[in-house]
């Protein structure tokens, strides 16, 4: 069985803008937000969607329904989807938190704040990804509108390549500041026989880097 997915990172938000976190809380799509949803849909103008799943925070149902506009495919959320939740550091500004907050994205563990483990949210992404792969059938485009720190914990469970390797390989290429999981279209990945694998990725050119040396 093989399904490919097309990940899309929500557009940007007012708590982006603002520099607060922003997990199971919510906020709305900036200007620039929507365009760049509608630059994602523009990306894949081109690509067969006929499945398309979404976390359950409404900026990234907007993003979705931006993205599907014109398309007859309908849109099924999951709470499985969502962001890491933050506990009780949700809404808070980013600059208030340091260093404590840069000591737990290095641990990917917000329980002691009130909010999940590293363990929950690998749980709940391979859960979740179980689902997607069972209501999928074989040769699927999927559509999947998430988040950033997700994303980057779905790379490390799913793919298992670490967050640093990942950075690392954005950052040779590209000098980025900030979340390297831009807003917008974010990468194209292929589930086959139990095993996922990138085909695109934006800001990376060169997607061997990613993967041990066989």
């Known amino acids: 069985m093989k399904i490919t997915f097309h990940y899309v990172r929500h557009g940007e938000t007012l708590f982006n803008v603002l520099g607060r976190m922003q997990g199971w809380c919510d906020s709305p799509l900036t200007e620039r937000g929507i365009r760049q949803a509608e630059m994602a849909h523009d990306s894949l103008l081109s690509v067969p969607l006929n499945r398309a799943f979404s976390s359950t925070s409404e900026r990234c149902v907007d993003t979705a329904d931006i993205i599907l506009k014109d398309r007859n495919v309908p849109l099924i959320t999951t709470k499985g989807l969502k962001e890491v939740n933050f506990g009780i550091w949700e809404g808070e500004k980013v600059s208030l938190l340091m260093p404590q907050l840069i000591k737990h994205r290095e641990t ?25 792969i069972h209501a999928c059938n ?4 999927a559509l999947i509108v998430s988040h950033g720190a997700f994303f980057l914990m779905m790379t490390e469970e799913l793919f298992h390549i670490s967050k640093s390797d990942l950075i690392n390989a954005i950052t040779r290429e590209k000098n980025l500041k900030g979340n390297p999981i831009a807003n917008g279209y974010v990468a194209d990945f292929v589930y086959e026989n139990g095993n996922y694998r990138f085909t695109y990725f934006k800001g990376i050119h060169d997607l061997t880097s990613l993967y041990p040396k066989q």
């Open 108 to 132: 990917e563990d917000y329980k002691d704040v009130q909010g999940e483990s590293k363990d929950e949210v690998y749980q709940r992404i391979r859960t979740s990804f179980n689902d997607i």
């Open 138 to 141: 074989d040769g699927d485009n």
